[in-house]
């Protein structure tokens, strides 16, 4: 297992310090959208990067953070609440806090339907709690003709307690689509889908 050719890393408390300070900084970040309590921003990269940074911040009044974090975290719920998900199961366990999972996720037509392999790691800290994951390469789990394999260079969520029984959700992501999409598409694209898929 690999990550494109590097060799696999477990995700270490510096790694989730550095996604941590990604989600509640405003440094770099440009507002694309504010309205009922979710805001997202995206970050703009350099012309070697193919896609920008997207991260939202919902405020969840009447959802306790524990159980967000138990919503998003099992992926056999997932399609109780994710309308892009085909398929998702996790193909094996690395440490107690970090597992191997597959993914499929549904493209609006004319486009084909897109796939992820990637390694997810969890850290619960108190009140507060992160998820973060990014692609990697399974030999047992090849490109499928079906699917065009994107790449998630880094997404997550970080959770945070706010109150009795309330909490503050972010969610952050750079995933690379893969395919003939031009930059501006994708990118456009998922400033306005980052909202949906991430309630």
């Known amino acids: 297992m690999s990550r494109g050719g590097e060799m696999v890393y477990i995700p270490d ?3 989730f310090s550095s996604f941590r ?3 509640e900084s405003l440094e770099g970040w440009h507002c694309r959208y504010n309205k009922a309590g ?3 921003w995206s970050q703009g990269q350099e012309e070697s990067c193919t896609v920008q940074k997207i991260k939202t911040r919902i405020s969840c009044k ?3 953070a ?3 974090y138990d919503v998003l975290h099992d992926t056999s719920y997932r399609k109780k609440w994710d309308s892009n998900m085909i398929e998702t199961y996790d193909i094996g366990r690395l440490t107690v806090n970090a597992d191997v999972g597959y993914y499929s996720w549904k493209c609006p037509s004319p486009l084909k339907n897109r796939d992820f392999v990637t390694l997810r790691s969890w850290l619960p800290l108190g009140n507060d709690y992160m998820i973060i ?6 030999p047992n789990y090849p490109p499928r003709k079906d699917f065009v394999r994107a790449v998630s260079l880094q997404t997550g969520y970080l959770i945070k307690a706010n109150g009795d029984g309330a909490c503050v959700l ?4 750079q995933v690379d689509p893969r395919g003939s999409l031009p ?3 994708v990118n456009r694209v998922s400033q306005f889908v980052a909202p949906k898929v991430s309630r």
């Open 21 to 23: 300070d990604q989600c």
């Open 170 to 173: 972010y969610y952050l992501t």
């Open 38 to 40: 979710v805001t997202v």
């Open 13 to 15: 408390d510096s790694d």
């Open 183 to 185: 930059k501006w598409v």
């Open 133 to 138: 994951n990014y692609s990697v390469k399974h």
């Open 66 to 68: 524990e159980t967000l």
């Open 62 to 64: 009447d959802v306790p």
